[in-house]
């Protein structure tokens, strides 16, 4: 990443964590799956992915009867937190797919059993559609994270709009549905971006625990911040893109046996609508 795009990165997650930080207390989501936990580690060396029941149904069976309406509530801030039964956490990556990084993670979850959250930029998912119909028939969720990145707090609500409408729609076209979660660049939201994104049917999602994984910190970095982060219902922010993702590769095979073996199910947010 470049010196002028660091600064801007920075200022942006500045501008936006009081927002984030103001909502700690109101933002968190009442369930998620667990239908099937994670299973600790393979054998030493076992990377053959096995069949999954995540990857014999589609993510649909997951939401609300067909017969049932859809009405999202529009939020006043973004949901930082899960509750649910017994240790959950999520694990949830932005910016990408990136071709050069995305198929490890994907990998090493696959691996371990386990599922997570992929909020895609719909200008790098045009290119990378088969990364995505892999992430869904997985059994991860595909999230809405823009399509080009910008800073939504400084756009109209045409133009955010149109961010959230074109990649809703080529993860449609990717996954077979339309996503039913958001992530706001740099975590910057405001009225707007919470009214039009509870009227595209998506629930808006930020973290709890930030890796800083983008200032490349370093893989050890990485894993102590998401070790000393570990609690029930925490959701941690990574990155699968935006530059060198190698770090954040690595630091995902060391933290995840461990936080599988100290108990912990990582798992993915379950929708409840309205």
């Not at 707090?153 to 961010?163: D, P």
């Not at 630091?251 to 990582?266: E, F, H, K, N, T």
Request: hydrophobic share 40%.
């Amino acid at each position: 990443m470049k010196k002028d795009q660091l600064l801007t990165r920075r200022a942006a997650l500045l501008a936006g964590a009081g927002a984030v930080g103001a909502a700690a207390t109101a933002g968190v989501l009442t369930a998620v799956t667990g239908d099937v936990p994670a299973r600790s580690g393979p054998a030493a060396g076992a990377r053959a992915r096995r069949p999954s029941a995540y990857r014999l149904q589609p993510l649909t069976g997951y939401g609300p009867p067909h017969a049932a309406p859809r009405r999202t509530l529009v939020r006043r801030e973004p949901l930082l937190r899960v509750s649910g039964r017994g240790r959950a956490m999520v694990l949830t990556f932005d910016d990408g797919p990136d071709p050069r990084y995305t198929p490890d993670i994907l990998d090493t979850l696959a691996e371990y059993d386990v599922r997570a959250m992929f909020f895609v930029c719909g200008e790098k998912a045009a290119d990378s559609r088969e990364l995505l119909a892999r992430m869904a028939d997985e059994g991860h969720v595909v999230g809405n994270h823009t399509w080009s990145h910008p800073l939504l707090t400084r756009l109209t609500r045409r133009q955010i709009r149109r961010e959230m409408e074109r990649t809703s729609d080529v993860i449609e076209d990717a996954c077979g549905e339309r996503p039913e979660w958001f992530r706001a660049p740099y975590g910057a939201w405001n009225r707007a971006t919470f009214q039009i994104g509870a009227e595209l049917g998506m629930e808006p999602l930020a973290w709890t625990v930030d890796t800083l994984d983008w200032t490349t910190p370093g893989t050890r970095s990485i894993v102590k911040r998401v070790e000393n982060g570990a609690a029930p219902g925490v959701v941690v922010l990574s990155h699968d893109a935006g530059g060198d993702r190698s770090q954040s590769v690595r630091a995902l095979r060391r933290y995840l046996p461990g936080l599988l073996d100290s108990g912990y199910r990582v798992t993915v947010p379950r929708r409840h609508y309205a």
